[in-house]
């Protein structure tokens, strides 16, 4: 139902327009430090897989080449190297799957707090009918997770969570690490068949012949299939932050044009503040950790000629993921 602009703007600006009393009110908050799981299945099996696969590629990088390994020294070194970065992979994991992605409050959408907000003329807030939260700019509401996220990039079943705004900098860092322990890996098969071809294949490993031969050759494969996966996700995260777009702005792009901002302030706010070694740290936050609850959360209305305000009754499932004055173009 199409409505006159100037009709659209005395609504908006009623918190009853919102049906504020459809939902329900904030769940309440479970104790400070509660960790955040998004419960699953098919993420928690790909989340299982992604540690098993890490973990076949230690085994056969430490008991089938290194060490049968005769040279001492190339031993320790390649050792170490990987398992150093296989770890930090496995940290930066766990920590893409168990931080908030920038989840905004379940259910805050209540006319006492719409009420608060004091919006004035041209002001509208946007309400996301699936969990009842006014949404912030920029946010996006993900089915697995249930929640609105704030810069929502993509859900990811291999870390079991949303790549958002709180934790974009562990899921790069996760992708560059596999992305070097794949090539790490690879490297070192190529050395083994190298030296193995010369040698005497027995004395090559401790494993018999072909039982070294077959577990090489599935390192390989999956070292490859990583190599690729992980460094193509690599240069679009790190494209995606350099131009401050998230993956879901990239494709809605071409409906709606959006000013970037200057890109070096969006790359250190992801990685935690001014370079230094701590960006390739996992266990450092990015910058602005806490978000204020109301950040963003009230937005300038689009210009009248291009406001088109639906009834919000007439919502239907799946075509439009956000309520309130129903901007149809958001
Ligand atoms: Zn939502
Ligand atoms: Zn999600």
């Known amino acids: 139902m199409l409505l006159p602009a100037h009709h659209s703007r005395d609504i908006e600006r009623k918190p009853e327009y919102l049906q504020p009393e459809k939902c329900a009110p904030p769940a309440r908050p479970g104790p400070a430090g509660t960790m955040w799981f998004i419960r699953d299945g098919c993420g928690i099996a790909c989340a299982i897989v992604t540690w098993f696969l890490v973990l076949y590629a230690e085994f056969v990088v430490v008991f089938v080449m290194l060490i049968p390994s005769r040279d001492y020294v190339y031993s320790v070194i390649n050792g170490v190297v990987f398992n150093l970065l296989a770890f930090l992979a496995l940290a930066s994991h766990c920590r893409a799957m168990l931080t908030d992605p920038g989840a905004v409050p379940k259910g805050n959408a209540t006319k006492e707090f719409i009420e608060s907000l004091q919006l004035k003329p041209g002001q509208v807030v946007y309400k996301c009918p699936k969990c009842c939260s006014i949404k ?3 946010a996006h509401h993900c089915s697995v997770c249930k929640r609105c996220i704030r810069k929502m990039d993509h859900h990811c079943p291999w870390v079991n969570n949303c790549v958002g705004e709180s934790n974009q900098k562990y899921f790069v860092l996760f992708t560059m690490y596999i992305a070097l322990i794949s090539l790490h890996a690879l490297v070192m098969v190529g050395f083994h068949f190298l030296h193995c071809f010369e040698e ?4 090559c490993s401790s494993f018999s012949p072909p039982t070294t031969v077959i577990l090489l050759i599935l390192l390989c494969f999956e070292g490859l299939l990583f ?3 992980t460094s193509v996700m690599f240069g679009t995260q790190v494209h995606s932050i350099c131009t401050d777009e998230t993956g879901i702005e990239r494709l809605q792009r071409e409906s709606r044009p959006r000013e970037h901002r200057r890109s070096w ?6 990685f935690g503040g001014d370079f230094s070694l701590n960006w ?7 910058w602005q950790p806490e978000i204020p609850v109301d950040k963003d959360l009230v ?16 919502h239907s499932e799946g075509t439009k993921d956000e309520d309130s004055v129903e901007v149809t173009d958001e």
């Open 136 to 138: 912030p700019d920029r």
């Open 299 to 314: 937005r300038q209305e689009s210009s009248p000629s291009d406001t088109d305000v639906t009834d919000t009754t007439e």
């Open 200 to 203: 005497d294949w027995t004395k």
């Open 227 to 229: 190599l690729i996966f």
């Open 265 to 270: 302030r969006s790359v250190k706010e992801t």
């Open 280 to 286: 390739c740290n996992p266990f450092s936050g990015p």
